[in-house]
């Protein structure tokens, strides 16, 4: 009647010699087979530039309990489901004692917050099991550009020579920077060397 250790004595009544005879009886009662989920981790935050994809981030579906875990599917709930994509591991069962991997990644279409969930259908209590998700976009890195010295005067047949300073702004900036100058005065040129940077996360000149 429940899932415990039982004992009694089936006790024989007859008309021999030691009655009555006796047998010593034994029980356990085991939980009725179910499967038990869980998620870990529960909750996954991810921050990617506005139009660019993140790194991917997991969490882990196990089966605890001592039957299969059927899934009935996995999907995105919340106002910023769209921004988030899924691939797993875990197919349409999951057997006891195992798990599956939940691998998402976040591309924002704005400078904004997301919010969303996954949301697993399973024939586990406590259906469906959740992954609350959390996504900032932010803007792309920029660089601002100075010279120094910010002016000078050059004769005809002369050089001058300009420091240009790159300062990452908003993150590190990792595409390289073509260099050219533009509006010279007549019979001037310019040359950069070199032709072009990368600032990085760094100041370059």
Do not use: H
């Amino acid at each position: 009647s429940a899932a415990a250790a039982y004992n009694a004595s089936l006790s024989i009544a007859d008309n021999a010699s030691g009655s009555p005879q006796t047998v010593s009886l034994t029980g356990t009662g085991t939980p009725v087979p179910a499967p038990i989920a869980s998620v870990t981790p529960a909750t996954l935050n991810f921050t990617s530039i506005s139009g660019i994809t993140s790194a991917v981030q997991t969490s882990q579906l196990s089966n605890t309990g001592n039957a299969p875990l059927a899934i009935t599917d996995i999907t995105f709930t919340g106002t910023g489901a769209t921004s988030f994509t899924q691939t797993n591991t875990c197919g349409t069962a999951l057997a006891a004692g195992s798990n599956c991997a939940i691998s998402v990644t976040f591309t924002p279409t704005s400078i904004a917050s997301f919010s969303a969930s996954v949301s697993i259908a399973d024939n586990a209590s406590g259906s469906p099991q959740t992954v609350a998700l959390t996504g900032t976009g932010t803007a792309p890195p920029t660089f601002q550009l100075s010279a120094t010295p910010a002016s000078q005067s050059a004769n005809a047949g002369g050089t001058v020579t300009y420091t240009i300073n790159f300062t990452p702004q908003g993150g590190a900036f990792t595409n390289a920077i073509a260099l050219r100058a533009s509006g010279l005065p007549s019979g001037a040129t310019a040359t950069f060397t070199p032709a072009s940077v990368t600032p990085g996360s760094a100041n370059v000149s």
